[in-house]
C-alpha cells in the first residue's frame, strides 16, 4: 500500500519556523516529482510548492515564495518544506503530494493525509 505521511506541524507563532517532513511509504517515489499543497478553513485546496524529478527544478507559490524552501532526500524517500517567517495566512492542512515518473510534481497523483499548521499569536 503507499502511503504519504506527513509531520512537523503545530501551533506557532508569527514570524516562527516550522519544517514539514513527508514520509513515503509502499514504493520509492524518488523518481516522482514530489509537492505540498494547502487548504485553509473555508477554501480550496491550493498548491504551495514543488520539486521535479530528474532536474530538481522546484515550484513556488507567490503567496510563499522567498519564504519557503522544499527539498529532497531520496536515500530517504522523503521530502521536506522547510517554512519561515510563517504569518496567521499560512494556516491550513498541508498535503504531501507525488506526481508521477519524470515528472515536475505540479499534478499530484498521491495524497497523503495532512499536518496542521496553526499561526497565530
Known amino acids: 500500500q503507499v502511503q504519504l505521511v506527513e509531520s512537523g506541524g503545530g501551533l506557532v507563532h508569527p514570524g516562527d519556523s516550522l519544517r514539514l517532513s513527508c514520509a513515503a511509504s509502499g514504493r520509492t517515489f524518488s523518481r516522482n516529482g514530489m509537492g505540498w499543497f494547502r487548504q485553509a478553513p473555508g477554501k480550496e485546496r491550493e498548491f504551495v510548492s514543488a520539486i521535479s524529478w530528474p532536474d530538481g527544478i522546484t515550484h513556488y507559490a507567490d503567496s510563499v515564495k522567498g519564504r519557503f524552501t522544499i527539498s529532497r532526500d531520496n536515500a530517504k524517500n522523503t521530502v521536506y518544506l522547510q517554512m519561515n517567517s510563517l504569518k496567521p495566512e499560512d494556516t491550513a492542512v498541508y498535503y504531501c503530494?507525488?506526481?508521477?515518473?519524470?515528472?515536475?510534481?505540479?499534478?499530484?497523483?498521491?495524497w497523503g493525509q495532512g499536518t496542521q499548521v496553526t499561526v497565530s499569536s
Open positions: 503530494t507525488a506526481d508521477n515518473y519524470w515528472s515536475t510534481g505540479l499534478s499530484p497523483v498521491y
